[in-house]
Nanobody, 123 residues
Framework: QVQFAESGGGLVQAGGSLRLSCAAS????????VGWFRQAPGKERELAAA????????YYSNSVRGRFTISRDNAKNTLYLQMNSLKPEDPAVYYC????????????????WGRGTQVTVPS
């Protein structure tokens, strides 16, 4: 089993930056594909960014590409999401997630989830 502790969410003005962290325990993430999902009220959950288990392949959704950067530190068993140039359409609950099989950029089969951290960008 994997447990996650997310941090770094909050309120930031448009154009600002936040860095989300997701520290895992219970199992190493070194062999997992990991990602950040987000869900805004009334909208479907979206895979915003994902990184393959080896770290060499990265996926970004069109809505965040060029502004967000996903990274992982396997030594710390931690996943990060650097969010720059935040926009009023970025507010959502952001979840880190992991899966140990399947393709990293496919939302299906992510089986381990954090509780989520709220990101707010006033319009």
């Amino acid at each position: 089993q994997v447990q996650f502790a997310e941090s770094g969410g909050g309120l930031v003005q448009a154009g600002g930056s936040l860095r989300l962290s997701c520290a895992a325990s219970g199992r190493t993430l070194a062999t997992a594909n990991v990602g950040w999902f987000r869900q805004a009220p009334g909208k479907e959950r979206e895979l915003a960014a994902a990184i393959s288990r080896r770290g060499g392949d990265i996926y970004y959704s069109n809505s965040v590409r060029g502004r967000f950067t996903i990274s992982r530190d396997n030594a710390k068993n931690t996943l990060y999401l650097q969010m720059n140039s935040l926009k009023p359409e970025d507010p959502a609950v952001y979840y880190c997630a992991a899966k140990f099989s399947g393709i990293y950029y496919r939302p299906a089969d992510y089986s381990y989830w954090g509780r989520g951290t709220q990101v707010t960008v006033p319009s």
